[in-house]
């Protein structure tokens, strides 16, 4: 079997349960990989200020991977890459909000801006990633393709109600690149968990890509293979075959 190095995690629909929390079941199957010599990563498209307490937690000595790319760290105050949105980028971003009538968010260095607040001045701030969201797919699906035509921004989503838009060329496979150019592994040795569009790039970029139970179709149509539902701890099931290979099946009895 394949020697894995590095396994790296998506949260939001994969490692986090529907409160927000990692199951004890998830930590102790991490833990177990962590002793084992297979380290484990964060890949999120959060912004660093809502990852640290997972980082803590699991006790990540690697660097990780936030805003779907547009900051990698190596550790706390270690910064090894960042990419910007430009404030043109951001004013089209805000003008399809506007006229769409959509929720929107920003991932901002430095600085925290409520959902729906942008500052009048947006050249004066570092921009990471804007998101959109609605309830309507036709808007949605309508967004996506007018920032496809833009041309000048990278377009993905973490769920099937929203867009987040990153630097043009900027993933979580891009950001896992400079992570293992950092801790020099081969991204044949690396495996990636995920279940939105979002995690589609690191998930083809890695050696071996796993879609949880609840992602989207078109992320398990692209997974090498397939866990169980997050709800059901499905890293940790997944960690499990990592470690240890395929269960064994037994022959049913008659009883």
Same mark, same amino acid.
């Given at each position: 079997?394949?020697?894995?190095?590095?396994?790296?995690?998506?949260?939001?629909?994969?490692?986090?349960?529907?409160?927000?929390?990692?199951?004890?079941?998830?930590?102790?199957?991490?833990?177990?990989?962590?002793? /084992?010599?297979? #380290? &484990? %990563?964060?890949?999120?498209?959060?912004?660093?200020?809502?990852?640290?307490?997972?980082?803590?937690?699991? !006790?990540?000595?690697?660097?990780?991977?936030?805003?779907?790319?547009?900051e990698v760290w190596a550790g706390p105050g270690q910064l090894l890459e960042r990419h910007l949105i430009s404030a043109r980028d951001i004013e089209f971003?805000?003008?399809?909000?506007?006229?769409?009538?959509?929720?929107?968010?920003?991932?901002?260095?430095?600085?925290?801006?409520?959902?729906?607040?942008?500052?009048?001045?947006?050249?004066?701030?570092?921009?990471?990633?804007?998101?959109?969201?609605?309830?309507?797919?036709?808007?949605?699906?309508?967004?996506?393709?007018?920032?496809?035509?833009?041309?000048?921004?990278?377009?993905?989503?973490?769920?099937? /109600?929203?867009? #987040? &838009? %990153?630097?043009?060329?900027?993933?979580?496979?891009?950001?896992?690149?400079?992570?293992?150019?950092?801790? !020099?592994?081969?991204?044949?040795?690396?495996?990636?968990?995920?279940?939105?569009?979002?995690?589609?790039?690191?998930?083809?970029?890695?050696?071996?890509?796993?879609?949880?139970?609840?992602?989207?179709?078109?992320?398990?149509?692209?997974?090498?293979?397939?866990?169980?539902?997050?709800?059901?701890?499905?890293?940790?099931?997944?960690?499990?075959?990592?470690?240890?290979?395929?269960?064994?099946?037994?022959?049913?009895?008659?009883?």
């Amino acid at each position: 079997m394949k020697r894995w190095r590095l396994v790296a995690l998506d949260l939001d629909g994969t490692l986090l349960d529907h409160e927000g929390n990692i199951s004890n079941e998830n930590q102790k199957w991490i833990k177990i990989a962590q002793q /084992s010599g297979l #380290e &484990v %990563t964060i890949a999120t498209g959060r912004p660093l200020r809502l990852t640290k307490t997972f980082l803590e937690l699991l !006790d990540i000595k690697v660097p990780y991977v936030v805003a779907n790319g547009s900051e990698v760290w190596a550790g706390p105050g270690q910064l090894l890459e960042r990419h910007l949105i430009s404030a043109r980028d951001i004013e089209f971003d805000l003008q399809l909000a506007l006229q769409y009538g959509t929720h929107f968010w920003s991932s901002v260095v430095d600085h925290v801006f409520p959902p729906g607040c942008v500052p009048d001045h947006v050249e004066q701030y570092q921009w990471l990633k804007f998101g959109l969201k609605s309830e309507d797919p036709m808007i949605i699906r309508e967004i996506w393709n007018r920032l496809e035509d833009y041309g000048r921004l990278e377009v993905s989503s973490s769920d099937p /109600s929203n867009i #987040e &838009v %990153t630097p043009l060329g900027i993933t979580k496979a891009t950001g896992l690149r400079r992570v293992c150019q950092y801790m !020099d592994i081969n991204p044949e040795h690396v495996v990636t968990i995920g279940d939105g569009l979002n995690d589609v790039a690191m998930m083809q970029w890695s050696g071996l890509g796993i879609a949880m139970g609840n992602a989207e179709e078109q992320v398990k149509e692209i997974a090498d293979r397939v866990t169980v539902h997050h709800t059901k701890h499905g890293v940790a099931e997944a960690i499990k075959i990592l470690l240890y290979g395929e269960p064994h099946k037994t022959e049913a009895t008659n009883e």
